[in-house]
DNA sequence: CAGTGGTCTAGACCACCAA
DNA sequence: TGGTGGTCTAGACCACTGG
């Protein structure tokens, strides 16, 4: 059951990509949308401003708010897991694991994941397709708590996340992302199908359960020209970070 | 005169920054901080969600929120320039205009910016350095209506935000990012120092002002190794989040 | 100036978590 | 079971926008 500010926005959703709000028009006043909808004012705020955290309204004091976009974009900071990402667009995927295997923690993924000296960590080097043709090419490293689950995984399963839900409950629920381009090495290129040295997208993720407990550290890398990355400056997760020397 | 939940949030981030919430902790319940800080719940509340958009707690329903993160990371919703994000950590910056003319605007750009058919606009060719290296080579189409502001502009203006800001108000409130990588081209190769064809990080965006009218779109290929851009996310709604106003 | 959004309060009920 | 966070209400004052 989803909660009424979020039924509201959905509506005010549907009306905007439907062109009853075109792009450039101002939306109802939160008078009128109390009204129309039949609810307190905090309640038509928190809709209102879960779509400007979308991207779709803008908003300044003392005037109305203006629809800015009329397209409901998947914005990178809502992005948690490439599957749930593809099948919001509508698209087909596959995904292949490549090698999986236990090996002690490095010192950079026991710092990364917060893990004791002799901690065990499983290796997953998973190939995931777009439509048939490669497009990412993940390097994960699982915390030893979830190595159990993720080694019963079919080789091919698509969703790790959900399946993951299904079985212990939520797992990823924080993450901080870094994305910067890299060459391509050698075994990226055999496997996404690229020359050696060209651009690739990397992202690098450590993910925390909701009691902020790391749960992976993954190294992925996108073929280029397949996927780009979204992200709005709404919604307050995008400062720019410099790494140290170079 | 920054807001009540402003501050209750400030003074909890130096608390989780100064160590006397460390990474791992509970933070105070609602409660106890409705008491210490003599505010009502719905600003407390307010105040927790800003720090939970900045990625230092995680928060689940019946359970204690819990500090995730002991750095602090500037919101994206307060930065919206590479000068701004690179004064805010004190680095050095420089900026040269390599080029700049009027020409008529493409039809991609007239369908980005929302132009008519024969609208002008300015093009700038802008090289940023940090610390004495190229990092960001700027190609950058501005709407009709800024190019005589921009025209104004010395070459080696560090913030063309801030400068705009004095002269004409805020000018760049909102904008979509869009992140992929791609190989130098020549012109890259030569600006920034590195090898044709090796990997940039590009970032192309539309900047709306605060009324949603189109001021700007921007290519901006960043030197690898020098900058990362790192972003958050997390599960459940981003709920509160404040645009920028300025 | 009237209308709008931004902030704050004080209460209420519920779902969930941990002991 | 008691405490916690998630949601919702009803009112208030203020700062800002626009005509």
Redesign the interface.
């Known amino acids: 059951m989803p909660a009424r500010y979020?039924e509201i926005a959905a509506t005010i959703r549907e009306g905007i990509i439907g062109g009853v709000y075109p792009?450039?028009s101002q939306l109802a006043s939160e008078s009128e949308l109390m009204e129309s909808f039949g609810a307190a004012r905090g309640t038509v705020r928190?809709a209102v401003?879960?779509l400007?955290?979308e991207?779709l309204i803008?908003?300044?004091?003392g005037?109305r708010r203006?629809?800015?976009?009329s397209e409901r974009r998947q914005s990178?900071?809502?992005?948690?897991s490439f599957a749930q990402w593809a099948q919001f667009h509508g698209y087909r995927i596959a995904s292949r694991v490549q090698a999986q295997k236990r090996r002690p923690a490095t010192a950079a993924e026991r710092q990364q994941l917060k893990l004791s000296a002799d901690a065990v960590v499983l290796h997953v080097l998973r190939l995931r397709f777009l439509d048939d043709a490669p497009v990412l090419l993940e390097r994960t490293v699982y915390a030893p708590f979830l190595a159990p689950e993720i080694e019963k995984l079919p080789a091919d399963c698509v969703s790790v996340t959900e399946s993951l839900r299904d079985s212990v409950g939520?797992v990823?629920?924080?993450?901080?992302?870094?994305?910067?381009?890299?060459?391509a090495g050698s075994q990226d290129a055999r496997l996404l199908g690229v020359r050696r040295?060209?651009?690739?997208?990397?992202q690098r993720r450590v993910t925390?359960t909701?009691?902020?407990t790391p749960a992976e550290y993954s190294d992925d890398r996108?073929r280029?020209?397949s996927?780009?990355?979204?992200?709005?400056?709404?919604?307050?997760?995008?400062?720019?970070?410099?790494?140290p020397q170079?």
Chains 1, 2 share one sequence.
């Open positions: 979020e792009v450039g928190r401003e879960l400007a955290s991207g803008g908003s300044r004091q005037a203006i629809v800015l976009r990178f900071a809502e992005l948690h939520t990823f629920a924080y993450g901080e992302h870094l994305l910067d381009a890299v060459g040295g060209s651009p690739l997208l990397r925390t909701p009691d902020g996108y280029p020209g996927v780009t990355f979204s992200i709005r400056n709404s919604v307050g997760s995008n400062p720019l970070l410099r790494l170079n």
